[in-house]
């Protein structure tokens, strides 16, 4: 499956190969509208596998950026054509795909992927080829290795270290703070490299870890874990868990008329986990939620508004603007800031721009300074409140009248 998008034609009508058409607003036709040859800004994503319940949130995102970024003044006065193929969330696939676009289609430019495996894939091939790629989901940065690769969201360089504390501070606030978890994960590898970052983390506080169980990513079939979960009993359920997975583990739980006490999902398809009957107040992990402080953010709100507009066209369940979508909308502000600020396409010089550089995301002012070309981290927990994810904790980042509650 390919998907062009950001192909301008000559008129200033914006033509692309996309599900949603472009909206062309009045103050727009007073811009200098984009000309000449379109720059190829070449990428994959999961719209078919295990992972698409999440990429296609991502795809939703980079079409609202392309247009954006086209109705501005496109990459130094040319438009951006998005060329979009699916990569069927297989790592392998994706490493293929990205050596088609790079030699085949000749792409000037690549942008990664959803999630660690395929952007792991894509980084080896761009590494091959001297190409900058900007990533908006890659979990484990010890292994972004690629001095050219720029991460989008703020997991910081230790995230098997920050953001296990992160939850476990939540956990201490509680009334009655758990004294034991049980963790359970996919053998995805950003799942597996954060749930055993967790178990270390867990223990060195004195807690109990009385079972640590990991099971194939992409398994549907949650009946015997769900057992070893109600029969180890822990007074806490953290799951490394991707797409459907936490939908499918619960559902197996509540068959066998368990409910754990309080539940912390990794990675789970926002909408369908929110919208569950089994998904009141589960905790997840995020870095961005359409609520203050995070609407104050220049240019939030309208992304915000826009995104909300696409995703129910598109029957997303929960047409919400969150982290994934966010990640995704970060790392086009950050190419684009990379091309504009180098004035160049040149793959090198765009990234020599990068690291000398604060970029202004969606997640605020990003900059590349740090192990593995990350900054801070800025890791949130989100809990289902009424069907909707609303921030929870650090306490200072919660709406105003937004609290943890205790399960």
């Not at 070893?228 to 868990?241: H, I, Q, T, Y």
């Not at 047409?319 to 090198?348: R, T, Y």
């Not at 550089?357 to 927990?381: M, R, W």
């Amino acid at each position: 499956m390919i998907d062009r998008m950001g192909a301008w034609r000559r008129r200033g009508v914006l033509a692309g190969m996309l599900s949603s058409a472009a909206v062309v607003t009045a103050p727009s036709l007073l811009r200098a509208v984009p000309s000449g040859q379109p720059v190829k800004v070449g990428g994959t994503l999961s719209l078919t596998g295990f992972l698409a319940q999440t990429a296609i949130i991502h795809k939703i995102a980079a079409e609202i950026m392309v247009e954006e970024i086209n109705g501005r003044n496109g990459f130094l006065g040319r438009p951006v054509e998005y060329v979009l193929l699916d990569d069927q969330s297989k790592p392998d696939v994706a490493r293929s795909l990205y050596e088609k676009l790079i030699t085949v289609d000749k792409v000037d430019l690549i942008m990664g992927p959803y999630a660690t495996a395929p952007i792991l894939a894509a980084m080896g091939v761009a590494q091959r080829y001297g190409k900058v790629i900007m990533q908006s989901s890659m979990g484990i940065p010890k292994l972004q290795t690629y001095d050219m690769a720029f991460p989008a969201t703020p997991f910081g360089p230790e995230p098997d270290k920050t953001y296990p504390n992160v939850v476990l501070d939540a956990m201490a606030s509680l009334p009655n703070p758990p004294k034991s978890v049980t963790i359970v994960t996919s053998k995805f590898p950003s799942a597996q490299f954060n749930a055993v970052g967790m178990r270390t983390e867990t223990e060195k506080r004195g807690l109990k870890v009385p079972l640590y169980l990991e099971y194939e990513a992409g398994n549907r079939d949650f009946g015997a874990i769900a057992a070893r979960v109600k029969e180890a009993n822990a007074d806490f359920l953290w799951v490394g868990s991707l797409g459907l997975e936490s939908n499918q583990l619960l559902e197996a739980l509540r068959k066998l008329d368990y409910v754990p006490k309080t539940s912390f999902h990794l990675y789970p398809a926002t909408g369908p986990l929110a919208l569950s009957p089994d998904g009141n107040l589960v905790w997840s992990s995020t870095f961005l939620e359409p609520d203050e402080p995070f609407m104050s953010r220049p240019g939030v709100k309208k992304i915000a508004e826009l995104y909300k507009e696409r995703a129910t066209k598109a029957n997303l369940p929960y047409p919400i603007i969150d982290a994934q979508a966010a990640g995704m909308i970060a790392a086009w502000q950050i190419l684009e800031a990379g091309v504009n600020g180098a004035k160049s396409l040149d793959d090198k010089q765009i990234a020599a721009y990068l690291k000398k550089s604060v970029v202004d995301t969606i997640y605020g002012p990003t900059k590349f300074d740090g192990k593995y070309n990350h900054g801070e981290p800025a890791q949130l927990i989100r809990q289902v409140q009424n069907k909707e994810w609303k921030v929870v904790w650090p306490k200072q980042f919660a709406a105003p009248g937004v609290k943890l509650i205790p399960t």
